[in-house]
T-cell receptor, first 115, second 112 residues
Framework: KAGVTQTPRYLIKTRGQQVTLSCSPI?????VSWYQQTPGQGLQFLFE???????NKGNFPGRFSGRQFSNSRSEMNVSTLELGDSALYLC??????????????FGPGTRLTVL | AQSVTQLDSQVPVFEEAPVELRCNYS??????LFWYVQYPNQGLQLLLK??????LVKGINGFEAEFNKSQTSFHLRKPSVHISDTAEYFC??????????FGKGTRLHILP
């Protein structure tokens, strides 16, 4: 079974631009969660989608948004990029929603650099 | 509100020596507890998880952790580390039905 895939793996953008990151979960998984990982703040929860509905949201500004499609693939969008948005963005999938007993499986991440 | 504290940001240990990575959490209700490992340039991989039942949890790669409710701790241990255990380790907590909160991570350095 293929694991969680994220595209692109690396991305360089400039301040003010917007970016879209993609995550394909493990086949059959309906939950996709997104995390931002930085050296200073560690792993921070962005949001979770389950069956195309946002189920949970972290404390990030509205510039961060996401969606999930009927095939469970998810996209995350960041508008008006700031230097502080430079980070590794990780996506994780699971059968049931977070907060259940199911294991989350992580993708390799997208490394976003904002210049 | 949930929170997780990993008391050591870095832990150096000699190869074949035992190691303990410490994790304390706070939560107002029953919790699920996790340890994840992140190898360089990779995503996170689940080592083990505590959901209920036995307080000693065994995971992959020879790791185990003990849930201590009175001390609100979930320390990770391995009796003998290998150079391949060099990685960053994350403790995490979730309330049933809620999102997962991660600690800041502990870098494990294996010394030859």
């Amino acid at each position: 079974k293929a694991g969680v895939t994220q595209t692109p793996r690396y991305l360089i953008k400039t301040r003010g631009q917007q970016v879209t990151l993609s995550c394909s979960p493990i086949s059959g998984h309906r939950s996709v969660s997104w995390y931002q990982q930085t050296p200073g703040q560690g792993l921070q929860f962005l949001f979770e989608y389950f069956s195309e509905t946002q189920r949970n949201k972290g404390n990030f500004p509205g510039r961060f948004s996401g969606r999930q499609f009927s095939n469970s693939r998810s996209e995350m969008n960041v508008s008006t990029l700031e230097l502080g948005d430079s980070a590794l963005y990780l996506c994780a999938s699971s059968l049931a929603s977070t907060g259940s007993t199911d294991t989350q499986y992580f993708g390799p991440g997208t490394r976003l650099t904002v210049l | 509100a949930q929170s997780v504290t990993q008391l050591d940001s870095q832990v150096p240990v000699f190869e074949e020596a035992p190691v303990e990575l410490r994790c304390n959490y706070s939560s107002s209700v029953s919790v699920y507890l996790f340890w994840y490992v992140q190898y360089p340039n990779q995503g996170l991989q689940l080592l083990l998880k505590y959901l209920s039942g036995s307080t000693l949890v065994k995971g992959i790669n020879g790791f185990e952790a003990e849930f201590n409710k009175s001390q609100t701790s979930f320390h990770l241990r391995k009796p003998s580390v290998h150079i391949s255990d060099t990685a960053e380790y994350f403790c995490a907590v979730s309330d049933p039905g809620d999102k997962i909160i991660f600690g800041k991570g502990t870098r494990l350095h294996i010394l030859p």
